[in-house]
């Protein structure tokens, strides 16, 4: 075996930095890519609560709250992520609850995403007959 000479690494760290920055690019960009999915179903279950608690009060109904739930979601995230929202009444436990859905898309690509994959529902007692 002949020595290895300093010529023989010539270029190699700029090929190392090069790997190791675009693997390091990749994993930040996942992190964020998860951080904003969970942003996004953190946003719709906090609206289709409070949706949900609007369509419980004694003068309004589950569609008021439906439509409550929408504005909501419009002004927080998107009106594309506002378009599935169903709100009901249901007896749980011998309690009368008004529960609203919101089915949105998963955000995969940014905020690009299906549509309907991600499901999320808010629950309030209802206070009126």
């Known amino acids: 075996m002949s020595p290895r000479s300093a010529a023989d690494d010539a270029?190699?760290?700029v090929v190392g930095f090069v790997l190791v920055s675009l693997l390091t690019t990749v994993v930040f960009l996942g992190v964020l890519q998860v951080a904003l999915a969970l942003h996004v179903r953190a946003?719709?279950?906090d609206c289709a609560?409070?949706?949900a608690r609007y369509g419980a009060l004694a003068d309004r109904t589950a569609a008021d709250g439906a439509a409550r739930t929408r504005e909501l979601v419009a002004m927080s995230l998107s009106p594309r992520f506002a378009e599935d929202v169903e709100g009901s009444r249901a007896v749980?436990?011998?309690?009368?609850?008004?529960?609203?859905?919101?089915?949105?898309?998963?955000?995969?690509?940014?905020?690009?995403?299906?549509?309907g994959v991600l499901s999320v529902d808010g629950h309030a007692l209802a206070e009126g007959p």
């Open 92 to 115: 749980v436990q011998g309690l009368d609850v008004v529960r609203v859905e919101v089915s949105a898309p998963l955000p995969v690509l940014g905020l690009l995403g299906p549509g």
């Open 49 to 51: 609560a409070e949706g």
């Open 43 to 45: 946003t719709l279950v």
């Open 11 to 13: 270029g190699s760290a």
